[in-house]
């Protein structure tokens, strides 16, 4: 039987994929470099940096720890910074979201971030110095979690190391590891001058080999974080007799019927999962549903 005539792939209208929706990687990249713009146009003497980066000083102020957060957004003066993050962001993040999904990218990009900056505050309070602040800004560790993901997804895909020597992306992986373990155990913050936060770098890293490899799920974990809708239906009067179980959110199983639309165009229908069969017949009816109301 080919792929079309099978029940979940057949549709009066084939069934659009909503790539019009754009790629939260691209969402991420354009406010970075937003922030950038507007902090070196605009900024006259970095406020907006300076109001983004989380500092040492910070720690003991918990009405600051939004900063936690918004680090990761603001990047040095010097446009490298910027460049290589959103770089890196921008080749290897397309791909991770096509295996996740846009709102999982986003939850796995910004909890990357959150963790990286607790990691490194716990650092500052057990090895800092009083008499010393240091200043934490940069997507590096949400970056190197993509990264590792990418490696760990796809891990004899070649690349272009440097863009010059083509290697499998392992070896980016070993590299990327290996590099900060080497750079944090040798090195040592010096006071006025940028530090690299290899420790940051790390967390990122060793975040993205326990997502992978214990196969989680943030949406089950933080519902409502990202999703408006799951946050409102919290606070609905439920109805005290259920009948039925509620089918799974439209926006869910439309996104994860594209990415696995794509999944078969790449890879076969041979590569489907039993539940991933279950999930694009879902998504089949709901797209006819859609067509006989439009």
Request: hydrophobic residues 50%; positive net charge.
């Amino acid at each position: 039987m080919a792929l079309h005539e099978r029940e979940y792939y057949r549709d009066d209208r084939r069934p659009p994929l909503h790539f019009a929706e754009r790629l939260m990687v691209t969402n991420l990249v354009i406010l970075n470099v937003a922030i950038y713009l507007i902090d070196t146009f605009l900024g006259g003497e970095h406020w907006l940096q300076n109001a983004l980066s989380l500092s040492s000083a910070d720690l003991a102020k918990p009405w600051l720890w939004w900063k936690f957060l918004t680090y990761g957004f603001a990047h040095h003066s010097d446009v490298a910074h910027v460049f290589w993050n959103m770089l890196g962001l921008w080749m290897f993040g397309r791909d991770v979201e096509m295996v996740y999904g846009r709102r999982e990218f986003l939850r796995i990009y910004v909890l990357a971030v959150i963790l990286g900056s607790a990691v490194w505050a716990l650092r500052c309070l057990m090895f800092g110095s009083p008499q010393v602040e240091h200043v934490l800004l940069g997507a590096s560790g949400a970056v190197t979690a993509v990264i590792l993901l990418f490696v760990l997804h796809y891990p004899k895909r070649t690349i272009l190391l440097m863009f010059v020597l083509p290697v499998p992306a392992w070896v980016l992986g070993a590299l990327v590891i290996g590099g900060n373990v080497m750079e944090m155990v040798g090195s040592q913050p010096t006071p006025g001058r940028q530090n690299i936060a290899f420790d940051v770098h790390l967390a990122g890293a060793a975040f993205a080999i326990l997502y992978f490899r214990f196969g989680w799920s943030l949406g089950g974990l933080l519902p409502a974080l990202f999703s408006p809708r799951s946050s409102w239906k919290r606070f609905q009067r439920k109805p005290r007799l259920r009948i039925h179980d509620p089918d799974p959110d439209d926006g869910d199983v439309i996104e994860e019927g594209d990415r696995l639309l794509i999944k078969v165009h790449r890879e076969g229908e041979a590569s489907l999962t039993a539940k991933e069969r279950r999930v694009l017949e879902a998504y089949s009816r709901r797209m006819r549903e859609k067509h006989r109301h439009d």
